[in-house]
């Protein structure tokens, strides 16, 4: 595993980067904090990776250890065991594997790459590594064939000759076959590469090579000539030998099949075209498809099964891939979800010159991989162990839960296991090689993904393994828009494309509330249940968010507004009128006004049946106000202990009550701000209306980028004004940023979009009223340019804590810190009713606090701890089933932290981090204790407090790729770490850290990547990770029978050391292929299994097994020697006393 050299970073830094403790009486508090963690206890290194290998190129798969490799065209090699068992190695150089040769139960693999390289890897080990590398400077390779149990790979390249190297020592032999002399010399023509390579099954000296022009050759080895040459006009893909080595079958890029007798070269014996149709003139076929593979495998009891990749008609309807198998008179074609990129016939037995006896067909295609039982009726499908299905639709968020309750698994998994799909083969996965790691750092750990699809897959992400658990459809709430209908059309026109993606999610492990929001301005509560339930009607609450004042020109703050924070809201109903919007937005009833108070979903209006797991509590929607769409969700927070859910966009927040199902709160950003407040932000627009954007979600396949969308007044029919290239580009780099679930600022964006690579920074960017206001007058009807769009102040973070809303406050009380993402962090002060029925009846309470503190950047994180430096997790109500009698249902919450002893003695920290810095501050004083400089130069993209199992640590992930670990309350730095610079938008989006020192991102479309910066962890990561070998004893080769070992019919070995070795070849031009060796010989990988202490485990009682056999067989050799000796003495006394004596006197 590779480790990361650590920075380790002491204290008394410079001043820009060092803690500065402000001059409050609670400084000295500190001292009593004793902080546990240090620099030891981090290390960087990756773990593993799941997922679908992305853009796969090449397959292979070892018949005796039972391991499938799969290799990629970004160069890198992922190995597949049983279940559990996974492995990812990468090639340096990056290019695309475009082959893979095992060499068979010997725990080493054979890569070749497009840049003309072969690599040797070691398989012994748990950790592969590369043993050898070879760089052909001269030829360009094309094939690779290694026969079973040699040591000589043949390398055919692309001007037609073959050279040969020895996979010991990974030298070239001077043995080489040369396309001149393998092709007939009248030939005038080059028949092109080398496309296959293969020896007889049935003779070790000949080999068949088969040319893209159409050309195949037998060559005899020993006398180093062409036997046979047969022609064909079409270019042939691929060959297969039956295993008597007699005759072989050849695929060609017309559709066709044409089998070989080895001695009959003139022309072939059988011609077919499979999926062509036979004219009754008796013409040739139409020509079909090419035919890309086939593969041809015979079985005692029965017909040969003809195995093959395309061919299909080019006037055929079905416009899938599909794979082929011909068994006797039977032909089944079987379609696939996407293009096949390779497949492979597993079989019985390694020896190719047995009959095969293939069981099962391995199907790689682009974005799945596919196993098909071939010995069961209807060819079903094996289920698939492997988490290949993280990409079955895009991912759009991604949060990552490790030490969760320990039940929640379970629950999760009983639920899931009634979502499984039917008509599997009964069989077992037949890839089922390697041993599970035998780690003790074990803890429940859960990844939920969101997709675009609007679905939510949860994964049990335990002991660096991935299961999925369960699977929840979202869009199931809602009703799927008729297609072409005009009039339903507005009604979704927030989102071009996947109304339904998820664009963030907040989850309570402990109580199991689940809260969604999607692209399309909607928020759903989900409620856990294990029962089924019918729901008769979905509740609906529709929000209407405006934005800032609409009397903007006015510097009262407190304005003509819903009513003020300080006043609770009372329950509203789910009439649009009613929940806080201003008496002036009202609904147009004219047909040619703009649309408003419109969602942009229709939600499900029949009873809607739930099965058990994630149910619908409540459907909130944000409505259209005056023509423009709602915004996006930036942030979104559920609170089972308070039964509050709330979330925020650029045009403010809103507290709902999923009990009451009621609008508690819904005001702009501006109108938190108290009038006092110094952080007070005064508009800046003087637009009559707020103007709200609708942008779209990123997905993760980059096929469909963030872009605002322009929204078109009807009465007016103007559009956006058009910005230069480089602004265009810009502001659509930036809503990429922000389509992460967090909101960032203007300022970090615009350095982002400077960062990057892929577009030029513009030439000007107006941020003052100016540019607004030319930008107002040239449409007052468009949409907000994405420069004011930047210049709002987004909600960018939640979190409720039991702590003190107010300097004066003498107890904590339930309250509500929200972060902005120009810096600010702002508290609501939360008044809840008692428990039971009155929860249910009096309003809850919420009143505006005013400002705690200001920080560069948008705000991220926030957390609270105890007086002792304990992190104050947020309170929650436990989970309990939702139809359970009410005296059942207890609610509490988690001991708060005990009021203050003495006057001026804090009793909370408040740990608020932003995209710049991260302060302290003490409660309920609201001194600053420790300030800290992140980064200057780039900016934080993902902050999380975490619980490492010696303390606590706030963990960054920088835009320029650094991972810091700093210490709480102090803010020292821990960790520092240069490991990934942002290269894709997709690791901004989905990087996140959980407890325990784990993190992960989403490497590629398909593919999580787990890494640790715990040092603790990665002291124990080889003993947790799998072992790909495992010592078997190869399979017997094939009885040749009495009359085939009598008269030669059986087969024909080989001693290739003979024929290639220095002594008989030579040696190799040097200039042809250099020779890079790894960092282990050929010595580390025969004795690799003894550094581990499995494979020594393994190694020792195998000997002890071969020791006691050899013991065994030498008692018996010794019987048989004294039972000789005893005959032979026993003999000659015989001839003494016969010795002289006639033939009458016997």
């Given at each position: 595993?590779?480790?990361?050299n650590?920075?380790?970073?002491?204290?008394?830094?410079?001043a820009?980067?060092?803690?500065t403790a402000?001059?409050?009486?609670?400084?000295?508090?500190?001292?009593?904090?004793?902080?546990?963690?240090?620099?030891?206890?981090?290390?960087?290194?990756?773990?593993?990776?799941?997922?679908?290998?992305?853009?796969?190129?090449?397959?292979?798969?070892?018949?005796?250890?039972?391991?499938?490799?799969?290799?990629?065209?970004?160069g890198?090699?992922?190995?597949?065991?049983?279940?559990?068992?996974?492995?990812?190695?990468?090639?340096?150089?990056?290019?695309?594997?475009?082959?893979?040769?095992?060499?068979?139960?010997?725990?080493?693999?054979?890569?070749?790459?497009?840049?003309?390289?072969?690599?040797?890897?070691?398989?012994?080990?748990?950790?592969?590594?590369?043993?050898?590398?070879?760089?052909?400077?001269?030829?360009?390779?094309?094939?690779?064939?290694?026969?079973?149990?040699?040591?000589?790979?043949?390398?055919?390249?692309?001007k037609?000759?073959?050279?040969?190297?020895?996979?010991e020592?990974f030298?070239?032999?001077?043995?080489?076959?040369?396309?001149?002399?393998?092709?007939?010399?009248?030939?005038?023509?080059?028949?092109?590469?080398?496309?296959?390579?293969?020896?007889?099954?049935?003779?070790?000296?000949?080999?068949?090579?088969?040319?893209?022009?159409?050309?195949?050759?037998?060559?005899?080895?020993?006398?180093?000539?062409?036997?046979?040459?047969?022609?064909?006009?079409?270019?042939?893909?691929?060959v297969?030998?039956?295993?008597?080595?007699?005759?072989?079958?050849?695929?060609h890029?017309?559709?066709?099949?044409?089998?070989w007798?080895?001695?009959?070269?003139?022309?072939?014996?059988?011609?077919?075209?499979?999926?062509?149709?036979?004219?009754?003139?008796?013409?040739?076929?139409?020509?079909?498809?090419?035919?890309?593979?086939?593969?041809?495998?015979?079985?005692?009891?029965?017909?040969?099964?003809?195995?093959m990749?395309?061919?299909?008609?080019?006037?055929?309807?079905?416009?899938?891939?599909?794979?082929?198998?011909?068994?006797?008179?039977?032909?089944?074609?079987?379609?696939?979800?996407y293009?096949?990129?390779?497949?492979?016939t597993?079989?019985?037995?390694?020896?190719?010159?047995?009959?095969?006896?293939?069981?099962a067909?391995?199907?790689?295609?682009?974005k799945?991989?596919?196993?098909?039982?071939?010995e069961?009726i209807?060819?079903?499908?094996f289920?698939?162990p492997?988490?290949?299905s993280?990409?079955?639709s895009?991912?759009?968020?991604v949060?990552?839960?490790?030490?969760c309750?320990?039940?929640?698994?379970?629950?999760?998994y009983?639920?899931?296991s009634r979502?499984?799909?039917?008509?599997?083969?009964?069989?077992?996965w037949?890839?089922?090689?390697?041993?599970?790691?035998q780690?003790?750092?074990?803890?429940?750990?859960?990844?939920?993904?969101?997709?675009?699809?609007?679905?939510?897959?949860?994964?049990?992400?335990?002991?660096?393994?991935?299961?999925?658990?369960?699977?929840?459809?979202?869009?199931?709430?809602?009703?799927?828009?008729?297609?072409?209908?005009?009039?339903?059309?507005?009604?979704?026109?927030?989102?071009?494309?996947?109304?339904?993606?998820i664009q963030?999610l907040?989850?309570?492990?402990?109580?199991?509330?689940?809260?969604?929001?999607?692209?399309?301005?909607?928020?759903?509560?989900?409620?856990?249940?294990?029962?089924?339930?019918?729901?008769?009607?979905?509740?609906l609450?529709?929000?209407?968010?405006?934005?800032?004042?609409?009397?903007?020109?006015s510097?009262?703050?407190?304005?003509?507004?819903?009513p003020?924070?300080?006043?609770?809201?009372?329950?509203?109903?789910?009439?649009p009128?009613?929940?806080?919007?201003?008496?002036?937005?009202q609904?147009?009833?004219s047909?040619?006004?703009?649309?408003?108070?419109?969602?942009?979903?229709?939600?499900?209006?029949?009873?809607?049946?739930?099965?058990?797991?994630?149910?619908?509590?409540?459907?909130?929607?944000?409505?259209w106000?005056?023509?423009?769409?709602?915004?996006?969700?930036?942030?979104?927070?559920v609170?089972?202990?308070?039964g509050?859910?709330?979330?925020?966009?650029?045009?403010?927040?809103a507290?709902v009550?999923?009990?009451?199902?009621?609008?508690?709160?819904?005001?702009?950003?501006?109108?938190?701000?108290?009038?006092?407040?110094?952080?007070?932000?005064?508009?800046?627009s003087?637009?009559?209306?707020?103007?709200?954007?609708g942008?779209?979600?990123?997905?993760?396949?980059?096929?469909?980028?963030s872009?605002?969308k322009?929204?078109?007044?009807?009465?007016?029919g103007?559009?956006?004004?058009?910005?230069?290239?480089?602004?265009?580009k810009q502001?659509?780099?930036?809503?990429?940023?922000?389509?992460?679930s967090?909101?960032?600022?203007?300022?970090?964006?615009?350095?982002?979009?400077?960062?990057?690579?892929?577009?030029?920074?513009?030439?000007?960017?107006?941020?003052?009223?100016?540019a607004?206001?030319?930008?107002?007058?040239?449409?007052?009807?468009?949409?907000?340019?994405?420069?004011?769009?930047?210049?709002?102040?987004?909600?960018?973070?939640?979190?409720?804590?039991?702590?003190?809303?107010?300097?004066?406050?003498?107890?904590?009380?339930?309250?509500?810190?929200?972060?902005?993402?120009?810096?600010?962090?702002?508290?609501?002060?939360?008044?809840?009713?008692?428990?039971?029925?009155?929860?249910?009846?009096?309003?809850?309470?919420?009143?505006?606090?005013g400002?705690?503190?200001r920080?560069?950047?948008?705000i991220?994180?926030?957390?609270?701890?105890?007086?002792?430096?304990?992190?104050?997790?947020?309170?929650?109500?436990?989970?309990?089933?939702?139809?359970?009698?009410?005296?059942?249902?207890?609610?509490?919450?988690?001991?708060a932290?005990?009021?203050?002893?003495?006057?001026?003695?804090?009793?909370?920290?408040?740990?608020?981090?932003?995209?710049?810095?991260?302060?302290?501050?003490?409660?309920?004083?609201?001194?600053?204790?420790?300030?800290?400089?992140?980064?200057?130069?780039?900016?934080?993209?993902?902050?999380?407090?975490?619980?490492?199992?010696?303390?606590?640590?706030?963990?960054?992930?920088?835009?320029?790729?650094?991972?810091m670990?700093?210490?709480?309350?102090?803010?020292?730095?821990?960790?520092?770490?240069?490991?990934?610079?942002?290269?894709?938008?997709?690791?901004?989006?989905?990087f996140?850290?959980?407890?325990?020192?784990q993190?992960?991102?989403?490497?590629?479309?398909?593919?999580?990547?787990?890494?640790?910066?715990?040092?603790?962890?990665?002291?124990?990561?080889?003993?947790?990770?799998?072992?790909?070998?495992?010592?078997?004893?190869?399979?017997?080769?094939?009885?040749?029978?009495?009359?085939?070992?009598?008269?030669g019919?059986?087969?024909?070995?080989?001693?290739?050391?003979?024929?290639?070795?220095?002594?008989?070849?030579?040696?190799?031009?040097?200039?042809?292929?250099?020779?890079?060796?790894?960092?282990?010989?050929?010595?580390?990988?025969?004795?690799?299994?003894?550094?581990v202490?499995?494979?020594?485990?393994?190694?020792?009682?195998?000997?002890?097994?071969?020791?006691q056999?050899?013991?065994?067989l030498?008692?018996?050799?010794?019987a048989?020697?004294?039972?000789?000796?005893?005959?032979?003495k026993?003999?000659h006394?015989?001839?003494?006393?016969?010795?002289?004596?006639?033939w009458?006197?016997?």
């Open positions: 595993m590779k480790k990361f650590i920075r380790k970073v002491l204290d008394g830094l410079t820009s980067s060092s803690g402000s001059p409050q009486p609670g400084t000295n508090q500190n001292d009593v904090i004793q902080e546990t963690l240090q620099s030891e206890h981090f290390q960087l290194c990756k773990t593993v990776r799941h997922g679908f290998p992305y853009q796969p190129s090449s397959m292979a798969f070892d018949p005796v250890q039972k391991i499938l490799a799969i290799g990629t065209q970004s890198a090699v992922r190995l597949f065991g049983r279940a559990g068992v996974e492995c990812y190695c990468q090639h340096d150089s990056g290019a695309a594997v475009i082959q893979l040769q095992f060499l068979v139960n010997e725990g080493a693999l054979v890569s070749a790459l497009a840049d003309d390289s072969v690599h040797l890897w070691n398989l012994r080990q748990k950790q592969p590594a590369i043993l050898h590398t070879l760089k052909f400077n001269r030829e360009r390779i094309t094939f690779c064939h290694l026969p079973f149990q040699s040591k000589w790979l043949y390398i055919g390249t692309e037609g000759n073959i050279h040969i190297v020895n996979v020592s030298t070239l032999s001077g043995y080489v076959i040369m396309w001149n002399k393998a092709i007939e010399l009248s030939s005038k023509s080059h028949p092109g590469p080398v496309v296959h390579i293969s020896d007889n099954p049935m003779d070790e000296g000949k080999i068949l090579i088969g040319f893209e022009c159409g050309t195949v050759v037998l060559w005899d080895l020993k006398c180093k000539k062409a036997d046979y040459r047969y022609n064909h006009d079409e270019a042939i893909h691929s297969a030998w039956h295993h008597e080595g007699k005759q072989f079958t050849c695929s890029s017309d559709g066709t099949l044409t089998t007798n080895v001695r009959v070269p003139a022309k072939p014996t059988i011609t077919i075209t499979p999926h062509g149709k036979q004219p009754k003139d008796g013409k040739k076929p139409e020509p079909c498809k090419p035919i890309l593979k086939v593969e041809y495998k015979t079985t005692r009891a029965g017909d040969a099964f003809v195995v990749s395309g061919g299909l008609s080019y006037d055929t309807g079905c416009r899938r891939s599909c794979l082929t198998v011909m068994h006797g008179k039977s032909t089944a074609v079987l379609e696939m979800d293009p096949i990129v390779d497949f492979l597993l079989c019985e037995t390694p020896y190719p010159n047995d009959f095969q006896e293939p069981y067909v391995v199907v790689l295609l682009e799945d991989l596919v196993v098909i039982d071939l069961q209807g060819y079903p499908i289920e698939n492997y988490p290949l993280i990409h079955e895009p991912v759009t968020c949060e990552y839960f490790a030490d309750p320990p039940e929640l698994i379970p629950a999760l009983s639920v899931g979502q499984k799909r039917q008509g599997y083969s009964k069989k077992e037949p890839i089922s090689g390697g041993n599970w790691g780690g003790t750092l074990s803890y429940p750990e859960i990844i939920v993904t969101g997709h675009a699809d609007g679905s939510i897959k949860f994964w049990d992400a335990s002991a660096i393994m991935l299961q999925v658990l369960y699977k929840l459809k979202t869009a199931k709430v809602f009703e799927k828009a008729p297609k072409g209908g005009k009039e339903e059309k507005p009604s979704t026109e927030i989102v071009d494309e996947d109304p339904f993606a963030t907040s989850w309570c492990p402990e109580s199991r509330m689940l809260c969604v929001a999607g692209v399309s301005a909607h928020v759903i509560i989900y409620r856990f249940s294990k029962q089924e339930m019918t729901t008769e009607v979905v509740q609450l529709e929000v209407r968010m405006q934005g800032e004042l609409n009397d903007v020109d510097p009262d703050p407190a304005g003509d507004h819903p003020t924070p300080s006043t609770p809201v009372p329950p509203s109903s789910s009439s009128t009613q929940e806080g919007e201003p008496p002036e937005a609904p147009f009833t047909d040619d006004r703009p649309r408003d108070n419109v969602p942009g979903l229709k939600v499900w209006s029949a009873p809607l049946k739930q099965s058990p797991g994630y149910q619908v509590e409540l459907v909130i929607q944000l409505v106000v005056s023509g423009e769409p709602p915004q996006q969700i930036t942030s979104l927070a609170s089972s202990s308070d509050l859910v709330v979330f925020g966009n650029s045009s403010g927040l507290v009550d999923y009990l009451q199902k009621s609008l508690l709160l819904n005001m702009s950003t501006s109108e938190l701000y108290s009038p006092s407040d110094p952080y007070q932000r005064q508009p800046r003087p637009r009559k209306t707020r103007q709200p954007s942008a779209l979600s990123d997905n993760s396949d980059g096929n469909n980028i872009e605002e322009s929204s078109k007044s009807p009465t007016s103007s559009t956006t004004p058009t910005n230069s290239d480089d602004e265009h502001k659509r780099f930036i809503e990429m940023v922000k389509s992460k967090r909101r960032f600022s203007k300022t970090v964006a615009n350095d982002f979009a400077k960062m990057s690579k892929k577009i030029s920074s513009p030439t000007e960017q107006k941020t003052g009223l100016d607004k206001d030319s930008s107002f007058s040239r449409s007052r009807s468009s949409s907000v340019t994405s420069i004011e769009r930047e210049s709002r102040e987004a909600i960018s973070s939640f979190h409720f804590s039991e702590s003190f809303p107010r300097k004066s406050d003498s107890s904590p009380s339930p309250s509500l810190w929200l972060g902005t993402t120009q810096g600010t962090v702002l508290v609501l002060s939360l008044s809840l009713p008692p428990t039971g029925d009155q929860r249910l009846q009096q309003p809850v309470g919420v009143s505006s606090c400002t705690l503190v920080l560069k950047g948008g991220l994180t926030m957390a609270f701890l105890d007086s002792l430096g304990a992190v104050l997790p947020p309170s929650y109500e436990p989970w309990s089933e939702p139809s359970a009698p009410d005296e059942e249902k207890t609610r509490r919450r988690r001991p932290s005990p009021p203050p002893t003495q006057d001026g003695q804090d009793s909370q920290y408040a740990v608020v981090c932003s995209e710049k810095q991260a302060k302290v501050v003490g409660l309920p004083s609201q001194s600053c204790f420790f300030k800290h400089n992140i980064t200057e130069s780039s900016f934080v993209l993902r902050a999380d407090v975490v619980q490492m199992a010696a303390g606590l640590c706030l963990a960054c992930f920088c835009a320029n790729g650094h991972i670990t700093l210490s709480l309350p102090s803010l020292r730095p821990l960790l520092d770490v240069n490991y990934l610079p942002l290269t894709d938008m997709r690791i901004a989006r989905t996140c850290f959980s407890n325990l020192g993190a992960m991102y989403l490497t590629s479309p398909t593919e999580i990547q787990r890494i640790t910066y715990s040092q603790e962890t990665c002291d124990n990561l080889q003993e947790m990770m799998g072992e790909l070998f495992t010592p078997l004893e190869t399979p017997e080769a094939p009885n040749r029978g009495f009359f085939k070992g009598l008269f019919g059986g087969a024909q070995s080989l001693d290739r050391e003979d024929l290639f070795g220095e002594t008989a070849a030579g040696k190799a031009s040097r200039s042809l292929a250099q020779h890079i060796p790894g960092p282990q010989g050929m010595e580390g990988m025969k004795g690799a299994a003894s550094g202490v499995g494979d020594l485990a393994r190694a020792r009682i195998a000997l002890d097994e071969r020791g056999k050899l013991g065994e030498e008692d018996r050799t010794a048989m020697m004294a039972s000789a000796d005893s005959f032979s026993h003999a006394d015989m001839m003494l006393k016969y010795k002289d004596k006639k009458y006197q016997l």
